[in-house]
């Protein structure tokens, strides 16, 4: 298969035009060009290849997970990640939080005119990279061109197929008084690496984004036989709002110890700033596992052996409860609900 | 975290909280000045380590909740101009006005910018200087000085494209208008370690004496916050009533005089309407007449727009302790933090706003007043 790298050695293949044109999108030879030697070069895999309108595959008989997700961050890049690869994480975790093994993946491009295209093939051989290491292959696309000023660069959306080697039913309402409440390592990062990027805000240290895939120790879990009872990546609205959805559909109460929550010291020191919460910052490559309490300890060590969960922790318990509630211990002991976020995380002036 | 971990430290937390209950004979009913105090007291929980008999009582929230609709209507007309680009504090950008609030105006194509300083504001009208930029200047004392030097230095720069809108806010005629009302049940404060910070505290004597209240400068972590308490139940319990500075490490008495210059220079002190309370005499900064060219109400011809707060609403009464959130025939219905009439309903730390969220599951006895 014909690999480029992005780095020195990866030229731009569509030497002739800096930027995208309409034309890119256009039906025409431009097109033609930009799909061939841009995404089908970077792409190729034997289903790709085969350059139908359709996709075709076979899978074994059984249950099939799919999701879609578009991705529409500003900046394109970020320290820690950029579209590309959030693109290809985002898609595949979503998978994961149904226990699912990612197998493929399509990509719809919607690109503003006049995007450099070396900016473009930069996105591109991170997606690659990115689906190389979740071992998913990109085999449909779909590419349009939109007039300057009617996009933001670069929008891409992405949706997955997978498939459910487990026989359990992993969803919100499988929570159960008694699960335990794992958290797969620190949160806030994510929001935090884009507020500071977007807002030219300078700290100390540079905040990265976690995002990364986190199919693999999911599957893991799964693999040594322990009964998941739910997954939830804890994207947008973060942890909170994670939590404060489970207990919502699944009818409990969810208590939650602050001082087990690891936030980096950089994330702390900037949301504090700021007037956020971290509880309420998205991240990338995090997820929430209620799991009985008979095994969590276990599924704790499973996570802590893999990189991307290395600093999974036991955040809590999950109780009866008349109406549906999430409280958490603060750092002095007293105990409060824990909200959902109202609207969009802002800076506070005070 | 260094300089904050230390006063969040949940034994001496504990230790704090334990002395309170021992010191505390008789119920007290005390009032958290900042918006930034009663956000830690909900966020720690530090209510619940207080003795049942000791109430604390939210204050105004914070001075972005405090503005009231007539200004927020003025900002969101100046926002939608063409020409302008409106420039704000994140948190004011959710507020609403009679109608919609900013991040409708953006939505709608208005151009709409976050700052984090009124500098930074200044810098945006030097880059377009083909643009109107208006920086909406809100806050209590703790902010003015930045806002103040942000005009100062417009001006030094003969900046003619910058304006800004101004609603900033006092807080000892605030605390002045609460204990005036006869049926005031707030016995003692914590006055906001920030605003001292800034205007020291030789305001304060003269309103402990007069209304017999203990005020203590207080901080903002948990630590500070138990022992501001602790310091004016120490006071409430021997019938004193004078000021304390909890908050030492930041606040001096004089406070900073090279920032009250400053405020001097390029603000007077003006009548104010607070948000669901109405108006309060001399408790706001306005532009001194030096500085008349860059009031953007003037600039835009808004400053005879006049809005009523709304009459149903009861924050004035619920900020004195006379009323709970609950007993307003307005809360949870036309009034919550989506669709919020008050400041103690906009602010997701004022009264209102607080037992929405944190005790709507709770029964209405255990919610009532005490």
Redesign the interface.
Known sequence: MNTPEFNGTCPIPIQQYPHVLMAHGGGGRLMHQLLERVFGRAFSNPILDTRHDSAQFSVAAGTLAMTTDSYVVRPLFFPGGDIGSMAIHGTVNDLAMSGARPLYLSCGFIIEEGLPMETLWRVVCSMRDAAQRCGVQIITGDTKVVDKGKGDGLFINTTGIGTIEHAHSISPKSVRPGDAVILSGDVGRHGMAIMAER?G?KFESTIESDSAPVHEPVLALLKAGIEVHCLRDLTRGGLASALNEIAESAGVKIAIEQ?RIPVR?DV??AC?M??L?PLHVANEGRFAAFIPRKDASRAVELLQQHEVTSGAVLIGDVAEAS?P?VTLK????????L?MP???Q????? | MKFLDEYRDGELAQKLAREIHRVTTRPWRIMEVCGGQTHAIVKFGIDELLPKNITLIHGPGCPVCVTPLEVIDKALEIAARPEVIFTSFGDMLRVPGSTTDLLSVKAKGGDVRIVYSPLDAVKLAEQNPAKEVVFFGVGFETTAPATAMAVFQAAQKGLKNFSMLISHVLVPPAIEALMSSPNCRVQGFLAAGHVCTVMGYEEYPPLAEKYRVPIVVTGFEPLDILQGILMVVQQLETGRATVENQYARSVRREGNQPAQELIKKVFRVVPRKWRGVGEIPQSGLGLAEAYAAFDAEKKFGVADHRVEEPADCLAGLVLQGLKKPHECPAFGKRCTPEHPLGATMVSSEGACAAYYRYRRHESLETIGAP
């Open positions: 807002e805000l001082k010291e702390h020191a504090e700021l007037g919460d109406a509630l603060s750092a002095i002991g007293a105990s409060r609900i909200d109202s609207g969009e802002l800076p506070r002036i005070c």
